[in-house]
């Protein structure tokens, strides 16, 4: 498993490349690395830990195969659900075309075959992370790129003319929220391991593992201020806040100020939503805290929200249907909308994108109990239910959490939230 580990270790610092040069190719990449990786696991891991992993990943896996299941659906030809581009294009042609809910069955397989590799990562991650020694590694992965990807940003914006590098600023921004996030937990970690004398690390390696830690918190949250949008700095202080609390319960106790740990992520986006950044009146609420222009991406993906049926448009769709509602005057824009959620609605349906929804709020509470009920370690599934907090808070901002960057990274993390969210005892 030590080779898994450093594919994964250098996967993950080689982020800052791949959100340089995103595209088919660099996906395409990552998925033959990705593969290549959970074939070595397949061979390599022993038995008891493959049992734990099974114990572990079992509801993961199923509630990841719903997406994946519906993303499948929309490609069979099923006249009855079919998208009514189907029959004005067999109107065009004179002929009989097998339609199907997707508009564009090869986006829809592209897209099937990211969202399959993400969840692979997470799988991989999870079986690595087993181990609390290799678990340590992918941290450290982790805080690295994306405290380069933070430094990426701030180059970006403390010399914005001089347009050295290239990339996707929502991915930045996304990736810079998470770094804080995991880099707290890094912190936390090396503060466990000097209180419980667990480490055989002298004074001096655990100053410079402090300073190091603080220092990309520092970077990160400074990428996060010099953007300058407050509902992205919230979204990254309520994950933060989920990290912090979980150290403060293992102090204090866990009766009471489990349901103050519980709620300091609910009540933060509450306000978010509700005082911080209201709903114009007759706004859609997908996009009513988009950071993108209203000259952009926002206006046309509007009236496709308005047209999208209930089954959508198919996974990967977004880029194929955008020029149809787009006006003249609309300025060019990239292949996504201007939130996740929003993009996430019109291809999947409203139906499929709020069960995920529902998921992933199942999903952070699931990890803030499993936090609660750790002893040594915990900081990993506080991580984890911060990770996607913020995450989920930052897909109805922008669409970053799209990119492959900033899905990779959330996927290793969430594999070490999952690997470590219960004890294991090593056998023989």
């Known amino acids: 498993m030590l080779i898994v580990r450093d594919i994964l270790f250098a996967l993950t610092c080689a982020s800052p490349i791949i959100l340089i040069w995103d595209g088919l190719i660099a996906q395409g990449l990552v998925a033959g690395i990705v593969a290549a990786a959970l074939a070595i696991t397949a061979r390599n891991l022993r038995p008891n830990e493959t049992n734990f992993l099974i114990s572990l990943v079992r509801p993961f896996v199923a509630i990841a195969a719903v997406p994946a299941l519906w993303m499948i659906i929309q490609l069979l030809p099923l006249r009855l659900l079919a998208h009514p581009v189907w029959e004005s294009a067999q109107v065009a042609l004179g002929h009989p075309l097998a339609g199907a809910i997707s508009v564009d069955i090869g986006a829809s397989v592209i897209a099937l075959g990211k969202y399959l590799c993400i969840v692979t990562v997470v799988l991989v991650s999870a079986a690595v992370a087993i181990d609390r020694h290799r678990a340590e590694w992918l941290l450290f992965a982790v805080v690295a790129a994306t405290t380069a990807i933070a430094l990426i940003v701030l180059i970006n914006e403390t010399f914005p003319s001089l347009g050295l590098l290239r990339f996707s600023f929502a991915q930045g921004i996304n990736c810079a929220a998470i770094g804080t996030i995991v880099a707290a937990a890094a912190i936390i970690r090396i503060i466990e391991r000097h209180g419980t004398r667990s480490s055989n690390a002298s004074v001096l390696d655990l100053l410079r593992s402090t300073a190091a830690s603080s220092t990309a918190l520092v970077i990160s949250s400074l990428a996060l201020l010099l953007d300058g949008k407050r509902v992205v700095f919230i979204a990254a202080g309520c994950g933060l806040a989920i990290v912090v609390c979980a150290n403060l319960i293992r102090g204090f106790g866990r009766a009471a100020w489990g349901l103050l740990f519980i709620a300091v ?128 808070l930052l897909a109805f901002v922008n669409a970053g959490v799209l990119g492959t960057a900033t899905s990779l990274i959330a996927a290793v993390a969430l594999g070490l939230a999952l690997a470590q969210c219960k004890s294991r005892i090593v056998q023989g």
Not at 337 to 353: K, N, Q, Y
């Open 265 to 392: 992520p609910v009540i933060i986006a509450a306000v978010l939503l509700v005082t911080i950044e209201p709903v114009e009146r007759g706004e859609n609420l997908l996009l009513a805290f988009a950071t993108a222009s209203p000259a952009s991406s926002t206006t046309f993906a509007e009236r496709m929200l308005n047209d999208a049926p209930l089954v959508g448009t198919g996974a990967g769709t977004f880029a194929a249907l955008a020029p149809i509602y787009r006006e003249l005057d609309d300025p060019p824009t990239d292949s996504t909308a201007a939130t996740a959620v929003a993009h996430a609605s019109i291809e999947l349906g409203a139906p499929m994108f709020w069960l995920i929804v529902a998921a992933t709020v199942a999903a952070i509470f699931i990890l803030l109990m499993a936090s609660l009920h750790r002893g040594r370690d915990s900081y990993y599934s506080a991580m984890g239910g911060g990770c996607l907090t913020t995450l989920l």
